[in-house]
């Protein structure tokens, strides 16, 4: 069998020889237990009930650090535990390659793919997981979509150009994976939920990635964004019916739409819809599985 050729881009970095001598932890890494440091306590305060408490990411570590000498410098403890950045890389990594022998090439999703931490939007109990090439639940009855489908969906919003895209809409945030991956890839991103909690939820996730050019809209996405548009792609992570009108009045001449569709025999299809000067192109392609486009806000 042919070998997917090299990624362009920086792939899993050689581990540090000394990271190499020793077991990684798993990942996630956890920290190590310990007991807590002691806290004085005022004894005339009643004593708090006893709980199980997470060790919050950082801190702690610090303050357990035994008794140094004065002269040794303890190291300040990281903001995360160290080794999750490079392992998750690595794992990210493999991701891409797998995405990659199913056929996507375009330079700019596999780099995406590469750059966004896919574990940030999943909840604890599930990272482990975040790098199958599977859809997770993100709560409220809804998913982060799997990865090979929203790179496959992102190549072809790129409609095989590697220059970046212009102004995009994305209907159905979810927990904002995919808006991350888009604002890699255009020069803005508007990304509509219609639930309040997920939309919140997206804004916590994507609060850590800093990035200056997605926007998070609360609405009904059935409606597109018209203060927005023209846009140069328009992409859905829900399937209606149909393709709401709105959607299509909402891209430039020269866009083109990627969503699901429920198809005449009750299924799911990805179309893709590109408005060209003398009209609307619709393209039927492979059977897809998304989460309803549903109408109005909850
Ligand atoms: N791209 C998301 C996938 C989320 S699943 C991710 O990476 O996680 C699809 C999302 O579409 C759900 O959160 C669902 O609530 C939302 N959705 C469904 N109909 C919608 C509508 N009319 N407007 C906006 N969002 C909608």
Redesign the pocket.
């Given at each position: 069998m042919k070998r997917p050729a090299p990624l362009p881009l920086p792939l899993a970095q050689a581990p540090a020889p000394a990271a190499a001598a020793k077991p990684r932890p798993g990942f996630p890494a956890r920290l190590p237990a310990g007991a807590p440091a002691p806290v004085a306590r005022n004894p005339q305060q009643p004593r708090p009930p006893l709980r199980t408490v997470t060790a919050p990411a950082a801190a702690p570590v610090a303050a357990r650090v035994p008794v140094a000498p004065a002269a040794v410098r303890v190291p300040v403890a990281p903001a995360r535990p160290s080794g999750v950045g490079m392992e998750s890389q690595a794992v990210r990594a493999a991701m891409v390659r797998k995405i990659q022998a199913q056929g996507v090439t375009h330079p700019g999703v596999l780099a995406a793919l590469q750059a966004v931490e896919r574990h940030r939007?999943v909840d604890s109990a599930l990272v482990n997981q975040a790098y199958e090439d599977t859809s997770l639940p993100?709560g409220l009855g809804?998913?982060?979509?799997k990865p090979g489908v929203?790179a496959r969906m992102l190549e072809l919003l790129c409609n095989g150009r590697t220059e970046k895209l212009g102004r995009v809409l994305?209907?159905?945030?979810?927990?904002?994976?995919?808006?991350a991956l888009i604002s890699h890839l255009a020069r803005e991103v508007y990304s509509?939920?219609?639930?309040k909690g997920?939309h919140e939820k997206s804004r916590e996730n994507l609060r850590w990635f800093r990035l200056s050019n997605l926007h998070l809209l609360f609405g009904?996405?059935?409606l597109g964004y018209a203060k927005g548009a023209p846009y140069a792609a328009i992409i859905a992570?829900?399937g209606g019916n149909q393709i709401p009108q709105a959607w299509i009045d909402q891209l430039a001449v020269g866009g083109r739409l990627v969503a699901p569709a429920v198809n005449a025999s009750g299924g799911q299809q990805l179309v893709v819809i590109d408005k060209t000067a003398s009209g609307i192109v619709r393209s039927e392609l492979e059977a897809v599985l998304?989460?309803?486009?549903?109408?109005g806000i909850a």
């Open positions: 939007f993100i809804q998913t982060i979509s929203v994305e209907i159905g945030t979810g927990c904002g994976y995919q808006a509509i939920e219609r639930l997920l009904d996405g059935m992570a829900a998304f989460v309803p486009l549903k109408s």
